[in-house]
């Protein structure tokens, strides 16, 4: 007989692969992991870029473009939580939920493939950013994929947090864009918040991703002339606030996501 933790593994992994399949077989997302790059690098990147970055110091497009690789990350791992709840609308999720394997697995499971497709949609942000000649770093980029499966983590169990408190599938859909759009601009993926004040600094510091692509930008510029101009925190500061984040929003959010499931 299977043991316990064998069959957890079994599931966890099938979920995850359930999930990064879905992904390639729907060409509409890939299509937009393009078209959603080009948009916020090649054209508001780019004109901020023109008008607003000759006196930053450092490459203005090449500090976008990591920071529009991490909320990539966020979004696409938040978009792929909250479809939870459109699977449980339509009962998709109720064989899971019956089944004899922990919640926590199945969670973990949906957290890990969606980070996966997450990674896969990088491609679309990787050419544009070949497109227009943004120097990705050497071996900077290879540090930064690398600890990319963190910010994944982050932004999964900030959608797990999400659908815990959400039991319509419209809701979640819309809920997923406002969590993701006021953070891509106040968290410092597109515009430099080193200076940012008052209730936009507050915001910045109670935001998850603030902290994910500070550290992300702590690893792509690691030992470089810009680092002290660019990264806001030590990147130990960052890693401890992602950690707490993760295990608030994933503990709290399975929790009562699966009290729904058993009260329907």
Known sequence: ???????????????????????????????????????????????????????LGFNFMQFILIGM????LFQGTVTGITSLVQERDQNLTQELFVSPISRY????GKIIGSSASSLVMLIGILIVGLILQIPFGGWDIVRLFLISPLF????????????????DSRVADFGSFLLIMPQMFLSGAIIPINHSTGIL???????????????????????????????????WLDLIVMAGFFLLFSLVGTFFFTRQEKNR
């Open 1 to 55: 007989m299977m043991s316990t933790a064998a069959r957890e593994i079994n599931a966890v992994t099938a979920i995850a692969f359930r999930e990064l399949f879905r992904t390639i077989k729907r060409p509409v997302l890939l299509s937009f992991s393009i078209i959603f790059p080009m948009i916020f690098i090649g054209i508001l990147g780019g004109s901020m870029s023109q008008n607003l970055g000759q006196g």
């Open 105 to 108: 697995s199945i969670i973990l």
């Open 201 to 235: 600094a507050f915001l910045a510091k109670i935001m998850p991703m603030t902290y994910a692509i500070d550290l992300a930008r702590a690893v792509f510029y690691w030992g470089e002339p810009t680092y002290e101009v660019i990264v806001l925190h030590n990147p």
């Open 152 to 167: 994944c983590l982050v932004g999964g169990s900030l959608g797990m947090f999400f659908i815990g408190f959400v039991t």
């Open 69 to 72: 690789i991490v909320n990539s």
